[in-house]
Nanobody, 115 residues
Framework: QVQVVESGGGLVQPGGSLRLSCAAS????????MAWYRQAPGKQRELVAS???????NYADSVKGRFTISRDNAKSTMYLQMKSLNPEDTAVYYC?????????WGQGTQVTVSS
């Protein structure tokens, strides 16, 4: 089975940067696409960025130009490089992997942007 584990969250000041990692294990070739979601207190979980097995990338309008999604197939790891962070970016960030039989979710990592 496929498993994903997020890391790299923490406290950062407005305007700062942070890099999140999502390490995948299991039958990696079964993954069709991966994505970062986030959920702020009192809000719905929203899609932040996604990347397909073919390398196609999409970003939410709110993060486009500030966030970069990437992957390292050799390390079976997906990244989210975040810059120019705003307090509005504060949320729990989740890694998602879409496989043929459904979606796999990580446990989430907290990102707090505050002065």
């Amino acid at each position: 089975q496929v498993q994903v584990v997020e890391s790299g969250g923490g406290l950062v000041q407005p305007g700062g940067s942070l890099r999140l990692s999502c390490a995948a294990s299991g039958i990696i070739f079964s993954v069709l696409s991966m994505a970062w979601y986030r959920q702020a207190p009192g809000k719905q979980r929203e899609l932040v960025a996604s990347i397909t097995s073919g390398g196609s990338i999409n970003y939410a309008d709110s993060v486009k130009g500030r966030f970069t999604i990437s992957r390292d197939n050799a390390k079976s790891t997906m990244y989210l490089q975040m810059k120019s962070l705003n307090p509005e970016d504060t949320a729990v960030y989740y890694c998602n992997a879409r496989i043929g039989l459904g979606d796999i979710w990580g446990q989430g990592t907290q990102v707090t942007v505050s002065s």
